[in-house]
Structures are given as C-alpha cells and as structure tokens.
C-alpha cells in the first residue's frame, strides 16, 4: 500500500501561485479579501487560522489523502498546538508534526504524544528534522552543533522510545532520566511512524538507524534514486522512502503551464535563509546554468525546479495535465517510493483537486 | 469586596466506567479526553476557566490545553508545566499559535517545585534555588521572543540569538503566569514574573507582592462552606480561586449554577 499525504500550510495560505501573498491564516493582515481572520462590518470575524487549517485537514482525508505533513519553521504556526487542537474535529486525519529534538525533553514528547495518540485513536506521525543548521538554530535557542545534531536525534528517540516501553533509566550525553515512564492507561499504544528528513551525510547514517520512512524533496528522477540508494547502502535494515512532492496539475498541460507562467511573470526577488541545509544545497546544484525562462527550469519532462520563486519551500514539483502528472507520480513508485507528501496552492481546493482527478489516474508502481 | 475569578481544576485521568450488562448494546466511544468535556462544561457554566495541572500519571497539559480551547468560547484555559520540558522560545512558539487561534485565552501555570523522584523521572535533575533561577531566565526569555523584533540572551541556562516571533502580528497577549510558592526564591520569582500568585492553603500569609493578584486554591467541600471562604478570602485580597471541584463535568455546574449566584448577592463576580 502506498500513502499519499497532503501538506498543511503552517505558513498560511495563498489563493494561487500567480502572487506571493499568504492571504489565508493571518499571516498578511493587510491582503485584500484576507480570509481566516477576515473583516465583517469592518471589524475583524472572529475567525482563526485554526479554522481554515481544519477545513484543509477535512478536504484532505474527504479527498482521499491520509493526512498532512505539518512544517515547522520560526515563521508559522507550531503543528503541536494545531494537531492538538485538530484532534477531536478529524476522524481519519493522520497528523505528520514536524519538530526537533531540541524543542522537547524526550519524556516531555512521549507524554505529549501519547495524550495525542490517545485523543486522536492512533493519528500521530513524525517527521524528525534535525534541524537546519547555522545561525537560525540559535534562534530556537538551540546550541548543538549541525552534525551533534544527530546524535542528540538518536539519543532523544532512545529515550523517547524508551518512556514509551518504560520505565526507563539512562544516562547519556544529551539527556538523563530516572524510571521514567507513561502512565498505565496512556501506555501500549501505537509509537508513531517516523518519517526521518535529511540530505547530509550524518542525517543518511542516522536516517538508516532511525527512519522508518527517508523523506526527501522531490529531486530529478536520477538523483533521487543515488540518494535511496546512499540511504539503503547505509541500513541494515532498509527504511521505506517518501517523497514532498508539489503539484500543479490540470485538464491540460498548457493550461498547467500557463498557471506556472502568470506566477513566474509576477515574481519578487526574495532573500531565505536556510542555514546549513544541505538540502537547499542540492536543489540548486540541480538547476545550476538553468536561463531566466520558467521551462528553463523543466529538467526532465514535467519535472519543474522554480517552486521556490512562487511560494515558500523546496524548488521542485511536478507541472503538467492530471494524466502526465499521475504518470510521474507512478514513475516515483516504480523508483521504490512508498509514501508522497502532494502539495499545492490553495490547499484546501487543490487537495480537492488532486483527489478528484489525478489520484484515480494512478496505476501504482507495477505500471 | 472586589471582584473575583472562579476557576476549575481540570480531571487529567478517566474515571473508570462500569461494565454494562453483556445484554445491553453497548456505543460508548472510547474515551479520548478527559479534559475537553470538563473544559466546555466550565465554559458554559460561566467560570472564568479551568487549569489543566501538571500531572505526571496524566494527560499531558499543554496538548490537553490546546483541546480544551478548542471546545470552548469564552473560558481561560492554563496549562501547567516545568520548565525543563521545553526549551523556553519552543513553549513560546507553541503558545503564540495557541494565542492566534483562541483569541488569547491560554495561561501557563509553571510548577518549579517539584518532588525529587517525580523530576527525575521527568528527565529534570536540578535541584533547590537553581530551579528559581531557571524558571527566571525561562519566563525572561519566553516575554522576550514574544514581544521583542530580535532578542539576544546569555544566560546560566540558556541562549538565544536573533530571536524574536515571526508573525506578522503580535500573537496576542502573553499567557498569564500563575506561580506558588513560599520560599524566599519562589517569592523573587512572583514578583518579577507572576500575574497571579497561588497560595496552596487558606492560612498561607498573603506575600507582599505588588501588581500580582494573588489566587488561591481550594477544595470545594460544600457551597456554605466553599462560599464562606470564599467571601473571607476575598476581603483579605484574594482575586483568583482555583477550585479543586471532583467531579467534573457536574461540579461546574453546581459552581455556576449555585455558587456564582449565591457571591454574587452581594458582590460582583467574574464567572
């Protein structure tokens, strides 16, 4: 079986990628037409991002999707604090929290995430970052170096793990702890899949110690597939392997393409900072030499690398008609990936989309 | 006597329920939250909130808090915790998107004083004064990311560079801090950082601690008796009650329903 995720926007939203705006969420209190908090009689409504990020999380499970990847980064909203609060409202929702492992005290986690697996019926997934690196992680207040980094991972699941099963004593470099362990009626449950993000290559070596599923950004194809097999390489035990995958699908290329030009015309020159990332770093490597034209940035058919102009995060998705873009997400599963985190702007109405006419389209990885 | 706030303790674990007779059909859902029901029981009773306490057999609060303002509209809604569960800018990030999405209705309650065995276990193994200290450059640096553009910390514990919220908004008020204590240490801490300060018995003195309201928690035994401290509370200066009311969600309504009504005969109270 084969998991198809939806991103949530803990960014806020935009309305298309033809402008750069986050008017959904709050995160541009001057856009116009600005939804969840909007105006109503010139006052503000009321509403919350909370809000509209539980209609996405309702289109996404009612669209077929199993659930949604919850970015964590200094300038959105914190996935804890939205999947906790999303909890009783879901019913099949998985909620992927991305977080590092500086946030948390390992007991504090397991404690945290077994009250939620309890209040969700089993809902938790993990994606572990070990965190960008450079300067920003002294934004969080965290002062591990990029590659102790990895350590401390491996450390902080030992011991989360370990509470899980408890009681639990250790003494380690990062953390210690004395018989601790869950309370009897938060215990037995499921421990939530880890989907393990990482391109350097301490996070390869700790990813097939770890990973239950190696999540990568979508590369070119042939890339992708070195990287797997780096990871493979590096396991006893092979991890499954998934894939962030923007989307941009429509009845027809031209009419696909079209969307990525009126975005690509309107486009703001920006500056991000990612830190270390390696990451980052590969996704340009890729497009190294590319010209100023939007196709200059197709590297293989339908494979586009300038995402990261139109809205923020990785360079590269998928462009084209609902039949070539389910063809390349079949590609991908032929390529040995297990699991796809789709994304696209809006996210409530393209999640909508994507349900009803690419994902039936899709022939699995036999095809 | 002036107004006063009448809080709830949230219940952190289940009852247990009976078993039904194997005759009777039997649709009770599993029971997911014990804190979300007794949240919007407080909410439509009328209270001011309820505090979701720490509990290390229990659910853990700062998720339990972000359910319970979800089911709720009006009613405060405080968290209490240790400092050594989080990095302080990471519980002010996830403060902050608790604060948007609730119209700011969050509080954090910081426990310091915890027993040795239960903070071991907790993976926390500082011990006496220095748990003051931490929990001071915790508070510091958690209002700092919160309000500052860029904040820079170097601390006994901690450091933080650049730091500093990204919303575009402030995320709403800080959540109000309640804080308890004695000692000369767990004093300094309320008078720098405490909105309200909880005394854990009714004969405790009231500390001389300006600008901080100071609470009080209780047990409700019976309402004359609950109302007659209550009212005697208040005209030594107590504003917050915390009220250790089981069970909930019935109890709630025997607050709003008797105990608000009946202070409020003679006086003004804040749900």
Redesign the interface.
């Known amino acids: 079986m084969v998991d198809l995720y939806w991103r949530l926007h803990m960014e806020g939203d935009q309305t298309s990628l033809h402008r750069r705006v986050n008017s959904r969420g709050g995160f541009a209190p001057d856009a116009p037409g600005r939804i969840a908090p909007g105006v109503r009689d010139g006052a503000p409504d009321g509403f919350t991002h909370l809000d509209y990020l539980a209609e996405v999380a309702l289109a996404t499970e009612d669209a077929g999707l199993v659930g949604g990847l919850m970015p964590s980064f200094p300038h959105t909203d914190d996935p804890w604090a939205a999947a906790a609060s999303l909890a009783a409202e879901t019913s099949a929702y998985r909620f992927m929290i991305a977080f590092q492992p500086g946030f948390l005290h390992p007991v504090q986690a397991a404690r945290m995430t077994a009250t939620l697996q309890r209040a969700t019926g089993g809902r938790v997934v993990f994606n572990i970052i070990s965190g960008g690196g450079g300067p920003s992680q002294l934004w969080w207040g965290d002062r591990v170096d990029h590659d102790d980094r990895y350590d401390r991972t491996a450390e902080f699941l030992d011991v989360l793990k370990g509470v899980w099963h408890g009681p639990f004593d250790h003494k380690g470099r990062f953390y210690q702890v004395e018989n601790a362990k869950l309370p009897d009626w938060l215990s037995g449950q499921p421990f939530p899949e880890i989907f393990f993000s990482g391109s350097s290559p301490a996070a390869i070596a700790a990813a097939g110690r770890h990973a239950d599923q190696y999540l990568s950004w979508l590369e070119p194809f042939d890339a992708l597939a070195e990287k797997f097999a780096l990871v493979r390489a590096h396991s006893a035990t092979p991890p499954k392997f998934a894939v962030r995958v923007d989307v941009l699908a429509r009845e027809t290329e031209d009419e696909a393409w079209e969307e990525i030009r009126h975005g690509w015309a309107a486009r703001a020159a920006r500056e991000t900072e990612h830190g270390d990332s390696v990451g980052v770093q590969r996704g340009e490597s890729f497009l190294a030499g590319a010209g100023d034209g939007f196709r200059d940035r197709e590297v293989q058919p339908n494979v586009w690398g300038g995402f990261s102009e139109l809205r923020d995060g990785p360079a590269f998705g998928l462009v084209g008609s609902y039949a070539q873009v389910a063809a390349r997400i079949d590609e991908l599963l032929a390529l040995g990936v297990d699991s796809l985190i789709l994304a696209g702007m809006p996210h409530l109405e393209e999640a909508r989309r994507i349900g009803a006419h690419v994902l039936p389209l899709l022939k699995g990885h036999l095809s | 006597m002036s107004p006063v706030e009448i809080h709830v303790l949230a219940p952190t ?2 009852p247990d329920r009976p078993e039904l007779p194997g005759f009777v059909t039997d649709v009770r859902p ?1 029971r ?2 014990p804190v ?1 029901r007794a949240a919007r029981a407080a909410d439509l009773a009328g209270l001011a909130g309820l505090v979701v306490p720490f509990d ?5 609060s ?3 808090a ?2 319970a ?3 709720t509209r009006h009613a405060r809604v405080a968290a209490e915790f240790h400092p ?7 519980a002010a ?6 604060q ?4 700011g209705r969050l509080d954090w309650k910081i426990a310091v004083d915890l027993d040795r ?1 239960v903070a ?6 500082l011990e006496g004064p220095a748990r003051y200290r931490r929990a001071a450059e915790f508070l510091t ?1 958690a209002k700092g990311v919160w309000t500052a553009s860029s904040f820079d ?1 170097d601390g006994e514990f ?6 500093g ?5 402030a995320p709403g008020p800080f959540p109000r801090v309640y804080l308890s204590g004695s000692s000369p240490e767990a004093l300094r801490l309320s008078a720098e950082h405490a909105d309200v300060h909880v005394l854990d018995t009714a004969d405790q003195e009231i500390p001389d601690l300006p600008g901080v309201v100071v609470g009080l928690r209780l047990a409700l035994t019976d309402l004359d008796a609950t109302e007659a401290t209550i009212r005697e509370q208040a005209a030594r200066g107590v504003g917050v009650f915390l009220i250790d009311a089981a069970p909930l969600p019935d109890a709630a309504y025997l607050l709003g329903e008797s105990l608000i009504p009946r202070l409020a005969r003679q006086e003004t109270v804040h749900g």
Do not use: H
């Not at chain 2, 071991?120 to 193994?125: E, H, S, T, V, Y």
């Not at chain 2, 901690?158 to 730091?163: F, H």
């Open positions: 674990r289940f599993a997911r939250d979300g290390p057999d229990g659910v853990e700062l998720v339990s972000a359910g303002l979800r089911a050594a569960v989080t990095t302080p800018v990471y990030k996830l403060s902050a998107s608790l948007r999405f609730s119209a065995a071991r276990a907790q993976g926390d193994f640096i910390f901690y450091q933080v560079r650049a730091g919220l990204r919303f575009p908004d």
